[in-house]
Nanobody
Framework: HVQLVESGGGSAQVGGSLTLSCVVS????????LGWFRQAPGKEREGVVAIGSDGNTHYADSVKGRFTISKDSAKDTIYLQLNSLKPEDTAIYYC???????????????WGQGTQVTVS
């Protein structure tokens, strides 16, 4: 099955930046949608951004203009550039993979272990 490993979380100041990475491996992963989700303490998990195998992207309104997803197919890696960070961006960030309807619905089958982002 598909495996995902995130890295790059950490602490940042308000207005600062971080870059998250997610290495994706496994069968058929090149045909899947990939997405970033986050879960803040005491809150439900929410979708941040998704990218299709065709490169089309869909961002949550809360991060539009501040976060950017990109994909390096040669490295089987997706990135999430987080700019203009706010305290409310503090959360565990997860990358995930599945067919696009599942990712868009917030219910992909394959998840990474998560990486903590703290903004203060």
């Amino acid at each position: 099955h598909v495996q995902l490993v995130e890295s790059g979380g950490g602490s940042a100041q308000v207005g600062g930046s971080l870059t998250l990475s997610c290495v994706v491996s496994g069968p058929n992963q090149g045909n899947y949608c990939l997405g970033w989700f986050r879960q803040a303490p005491g809150k439900e998990r929410e979708g941040v951004v998704a990218i299709g195998s065709d490169g089309n992207t869909h961002y949550a309104d809360s991060v539009k203009g501040r976060f950017t997803i990109s994909k390096d197919s040669a490295k089987d890696t997706i990135y999430l550039q987080l700019n203009s960070l706010k305290p409310e961006d503090t959360a565990i960030y997860y990358c995930a993979a599945d067919r696009c309807p599942a990712v868009v619905a917030g219910a992909p089958r394959y998840w990474g272990q998560g990486t903590q982002v703290t903004v203060s």
